[in-house]
């Protein structure tokens, strides 16, 4: 196999780069000449205690490291493949407390529990509420925009279901809502000094959350009700959780479930304004391959990693037990052994085998349906309040190690 000819220091984790684009020339090379390739990183950088990872980018490798986790742990080093240089090891250990980062057979006690939240039953019940609350959204964006018809469509359309999807589904009171959506914000983007918001804060907003959902629980098991919270919390110890395994779930769910689905609408809505063969198709026939194929364009999470539990190979390519292995779904998801024009923007695309929700295996992502529930019901309301929005500038990036992020999308509409 030939040599790759990447530029000096690549890491495709680097916040900087990600800061500016998604390495895509690089993944196709990666995938062609070391499509499992040693990343070297100077110590410390990551927050790990190691001098790099192994970088798995094709399709089938990311699918076998996912579907593997006797080989590939996410409770080792966790899934998240690098966290800000100053991050303390306590901190990373504390992670480690949630389902995410969890392996075999803690993963499967809680995933089994909490699974009963997200049953096609549960997702359905949430749709009237959501297909209302995405029409409002549509409506207001088009009623405060300047006189000049613009607004930022990230903070106006994209930030706000995914907020409110989550609340509903765990049944946060309309009054306790703004909190939660403050301490959701606060706790993402601390890689981006736009926000300054330390790590401190963003551990503070973490708590407060925890401790929310906490009383939440402890008032639920005191008095049942016919929704969720009651489901996973009462009668603990038959299978449910504990007041500070639900704490942890909510944590999780305002993390994994918030920016993820915000940057897949957001970065859909470009794919459109940028397409617009797309869009008038879009408008015309409303097809319901579109979310998937938004999730496939925007890979929202670019990347999470395992850790080897013993010496094994992927691909042909020996790894040492402890290595860290980053799965890139980004790369996976423009492999072309697997998608005929990946490049292609195709609302259509059927099938669509994407790994944008993960590569199979324990940690699937939970929110899948709800996450394409979500994205149909806003371009649908987008389609229906606001047919004729333009571009008026480039995206702006967020500054992540692991985020496919957008902090601005400026459009007009007429
Ligand atoms: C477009 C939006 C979303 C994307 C791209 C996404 C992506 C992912 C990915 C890549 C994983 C890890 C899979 C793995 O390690 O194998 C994951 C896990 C998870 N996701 Fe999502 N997600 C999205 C929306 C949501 C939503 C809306 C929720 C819930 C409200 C959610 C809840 C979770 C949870 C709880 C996990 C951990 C599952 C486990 O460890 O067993 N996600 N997601």
Known sequence: MP???LPEGFDATDPDLLSTRIPFPEFAQLRQTAPVWWCSQPAGITGFQDEGYWAVTRHADVKYVSTHPELFSSNLNTAVIRFNES??????DVQKLIMLNMDPPEHTRVRQIVQRGFTPRAIRNLETALRDRARAIAEEARRSAGPDGSFDFVTQVAVELPLQAIAELIGVPQEDRSRIFDWSNKMIAYDDPEYAITEEVGAEAAMELIGYAMTMAAARKECPAADIVSQLVAAEGQGNLSSDEFGLFVLLLAVAGNETTRNAISHGMHAFLTHPDQWELFKRERPATTAEEIVRWATPVVS??????QDTEIGGQKIRAGDRVG????????????FTDPERFDITRDPNPHLGFGGGGPHFCLGKSLAIKEIDLIFNAIADVLPDLTLVGEPRRLRAAWLNGVKELRVRTA
């Open 87 to 92: 991050i303390a090891q306590e901190q990373i």
């Open 327 to 338: 799965i890139f779904y980004s790369s996976a998801n423009n492999d072309p052994e697997v």
């Open 3 to 5: 040599c790759p000819h």
């Open 304 to 309: 999470f990693q395992r850790t080897a539990t």
